[in-house]
């Protein structure tokens, strides 16, 4: 069973229960953390992650000029890469964006050994 510790994401903080104590969470509620943390690490920046972790949305896309298009596509890819090498992650799907001048939304759903996650995962990417 995949755990994490319990995230409050709208303060950035770890949850605590009712003795001030943290605590862990299991299946997609764990994977969903995961993914968020994943996905706003820098690949190859921190010395405590191995190479698989982390993304390389920012190294890639930040500043760069390129069609809308193409960074819907670049992003996806990036996405998907940083994602699946979590073995309990089985797919990515219904990847929708939503561009601005600064950055880029996304929202996808996963699918995980434990079946299909009903949240929509959201994620916002500077260009």
Do not use: H
């Amino acid at each position: 069973m995949f755990r994490e510790y319990a995230y409050d994401f709208e303060n950035r903080c770890l949850k605590l229960d009712s003795s001030g104590k943290t605590y862990l969470v299991e299946g997609n509620e764990a994977i969903r953390i995961w993914i968020y943390f994943a996905l706003g690490t820098a690949r190859y920046r921190y010395t405590a992650y191995d190479a698989a972790y982390g993304s390389e949305i920012e190294a890639q896309l930040l500043g760069q000029s390129m069609g809308d298009e193409i960074v819907q596509m670049e992003l996806e890819r990036y996405i998907t890469e940083t994602l699946m090498c979590n073995p309990y992650i089985e797919s990515l799907s219904n990847f929708e964006f939503s561009l601005q001048r600064d950055k880029v939304s996304v929202s996808f759903n996963c699918t995980t050994i434990y079946g299909p996650d009903q949240n929509s995962y959201q994620f916002d990417a500077p260009i």
